[in-house]
């Protein structure tokens, strides 16, 4: 996927992780998975299960600037004015020429950056394990999105090629980067797999708990494997560990009234961003 730097920077510099395709709006309470490096929103646990516990959220509050404004083999190779003639009237633009070194580069600016969290999980999560894994759905690998962060003017430039360049043309003010401008236009391209500089529709990032087995789950089912002991050498127990160790519960086990304590909520980490950035097959 050639938005992989992007995303990986983004989360370990932030926390946070895109919502792609970018200017899709993510909510409190989205319930999604990831199937081949698609983000597959399927309900909004607010509106879709009945809830007892209500979803509240804090009021939303501004987040840190500089995690939102980040390139990586991204090199401002120009940054002038020039003078344009209109009629009797001379108007001085900036304009910046950006060069990127590989497939995957990018240059990064988000503005204004508000988030929001879902403050009462701890009430909540008892209940979406029963209501998604036993009597709404049957889920098995899902994730609840609990904090969303968005900024409504922002830019993104991708490179494609190893080259690749971007012009960008501003206001006369000085400026690290034009995307900074409210009225920002690009002037001149070549090899970029995407751009997009918007001051109304906004960017959205996420983060979300995703449903595991529980930890008292996996102690049992790991000893149980090792008590076994048929699985070596043709069949490690290490294939177990990287499968569903669940598919080894029985329907009369894992119920409506034992779900809670075969599953658990994670937070979404690295390996999760991991799998967003998987190009189709």
């Not at 003639?85 to 304009?95: A, H, I, L, N």
């Not at 990064?108 to 008892?126: C, E, H, I, K, L």
């Not at 009369?252 to 991991?274: G, K, M, R």
Request: net charge negative.
């Amino acid at each position: 996927m050639i938005y992989k730097d992007f995303f990986f920077d983004s989360y370990n510099d932030s926390g946070w992780i895109p919502v792609h395709p970018f200017g899709v709006q993510a909510e409190l309470g989205d319930v999604l998975q990831i199937h081949q490096g698609r983000m597959l929103t399927l309900l909004n646990a607010g509106c879709d299960l009945d809830l007892v516990n209500h979803i509240h959220a804090h009021e939303p509050f501004a987040l840190r600037h500089d995690d939102w404004r980040h390139a990586r083999n991204c090199l401002k190779v120009d940054d002038s004015l020039v003078v344009e003639q209109q009629f009797e009237e001379q108007r001085v633009k900036r304009q910046q020429t950006f060069r990127f070194d590989k497939a995957g580069a990018y240059l990064f600016y988000g503005d204004n950056p508000m988030g929001t969290y879902m403050r009462n999980w701890s009430q909540v999560a008892p209940e979406l394990i029963v209501k998604l894994t036993q009597s709404k759905y049957t889920f098995r690998e899902v994730y609840v999105v609990t904090a969303v962060a968005r900024m409504s003017r922002w830019g993104l430039a991708v490179a494609a090629t190893e080259g690749a360049e971007l012009m960008l043309e501003g206001e006369r003010e000085h400026s690290l980067c034009l995307f900074e401008q409210q009225r920002c236009n690009i002037t001149n391209s070549s090899g970029l797999a995407f751009f997009e500089h918007n001051n109304e529709r906004a960017m959205h990032f996420f983060k979300a708990k995703k449903l595991t087995i529980s930890d008292r789950k996996f102690d049992e089912y790991l000893h149980e494997l090792y008590k076994r002991g048929t699985y070596q050498p043709q069949l490690p127990i290490d294939n177990w560990l990287h499968s569903n160790l669940l598919s080894l519960s029985t329907t009369e086990q894992l119920n409506i009234n034992t779900c809670q304590d075969f599953f658990q909520w994670q937070d979404a980490t690295l390996d999760d961003v991991l799998l967003l950035t998987q190009a189709p097959r």
